[in-house]
């Protein structure tokens, strides 16, 4: 593999390392996100201090928070379920920055990753390795970056206002009405296998109908 290439001033050796310890194992789509931040900064400068934007859930968020600051947890990483392979990093201060997408006009010159993104083929006919092996000599060549200003979905989001859950006693935002979302049925889990009782002291319910 090329090693002359740097990915946000890391050797591509180094970054590719962090990829697996990070992601769990060298995913095309983190190594592509590698080169979509580095344009991204590149084209900011460095001393800016910047947010992002992600447009999928899939593997693009692990190379921003891979590479920059920014994370889910800390604010300065937005994730938009769009499930559109680009991001934009910008200045949270002028909120102008650089979006970066994978351009499938581009992508097209590359068969192995045009095939790979829009599931041409199956997986099992396309080793990852060669995969890979496309993706770092593409580079930059699969992908566009054009400035632009962001208007939307910039700064903290406000937690508003805090309540206690009349159903389980846990806080919860009081915006979502007057119990919490998974008292109002639309939980994601049950408790002790059953769904989760709605009412007073739930679990102290369930222990007396499990005795
Ligand atoms: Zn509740």
């Known amino acids: 593999m090329p090693s002359q290439v740097n990915i946000c001033g890391r050797p591509m050796e180094e970054f590719l390392l962090a990829v697996e310890n990070f992601h769990g194992w060298k995913a095309p789509g983190v190594v592509m996100g590698g080169f979509m931040v580095d344009w991204a900064q590149e084209g900011l400068g460095s001393g800016i201090e910047a947010d992002a934007i992600v447009e999928t859930s899939h ?63 199956p997986k099992t006919s396309l080793p990852l390795e060669v995969l890979l092996e496309s993706i770092l000599s593409a580079g930059r060549a699969i992908l566009s970056c054009a400035p632009v200003r962001i208007t939307a979905l910039y700064g903290k989001k406000s ?23 998974a008292c109002q049925g639309r939980g994601y889990y049950a408790k002790n296998g059953r769904p989760a009782v709605i009412g007073c002291q739930p679990s102290l319910n369930l222990r007396l109908r499990n005795d």
């Open 159 to 181: 937690k508003g206002d805090t309540a206690i859950c009349a159903g389980c006693g846990e806080a919860y935002p009081s915006s979502q009405g007057d119990r919490c979302l």
């Open 59 to 121: 593997c693009l968020p692990d190379a921003v928070q891979l590479l920059t600051p920014c994370t889910f947890g800390n604010g300065w990483l937005k994730v938009l379920d769009w499930d559109k392979f680009a991001l934009s990093l910008y200045d949270k201060k002028t909120l102008e920055g650089f979006r970066v997408w994978l351009d499938l006009e581009k992508a097209q010159a590359f068969a192995d990753i045009y095939n790979w993104y829009m599931r041409l083929v």
